[in-house]
């Protein structure tokens, strides 16, 4: 069982920066952060393999990246250049693709989830 739990939302201001962080109690093959914004469908924002391959969406290419600090359990989101449309809850999942998948698959990989962490850029 993995439990997750992200922290590092809050406001900002466009064109600035933001470190969202999702600290995990066990492991996965793959992590990824999701986002959900009021009158949009769930996002996805970017995942990363347990090889360390990552994907992105295409709206956060250039200015999001994600990574992982093994040794603390730790998955990040750095968020630069962040814009009002990428005002959302974001939420960090963990789960497991099948053999020979990415971890882009699907989203049902991921079948565990935080609690989300709230994400307001103003202009």
């Known amino acids: 069982q993995v439990q997750l739990v992200e922290s590092g939302g809050g406001s900002v201001q466009a064109g600035g920066f933001l470190r969202l962080s999702c600290l995990a109690s066990?492991?996965?093959?793959?992590m990824g952060w999701f986002r959900h914004a009021p009158g949009k469908e769930r996002e996805r924002v970017a995942d990363?393999?347990?090889?360390?391959?990552?994907t992105y969406a295409e709206s956060v290419k250039g200015r999001f990246t994600i990574s992982k600090d093994s040794a603390n359990n730790t998955l990040y989101l750095q968020m630069n250049s962040p814009t009002p449309e990428d005002t959302a809850m974001y939420y960090c999942?963990?789960?497991?693709?099948?053999?020979?998948?990415?971890?882009?698959?699907?989203?049902?990989?991921?079948?565990?989830w935080g609690q989300g962490t709230q994400v307001t850029v103003s202009s």
């Open positions: 066990g492991n996965a093959d793959c």
């Open positions: 990363i393999g347990s090889d360390g391959s990552t």
């Open positions: 999942a963990a789960g497991s693709p099948p053999p020979g998948h990415r971890c882009d698959v699907t989203p049902r990989i991921f079948g565990y």
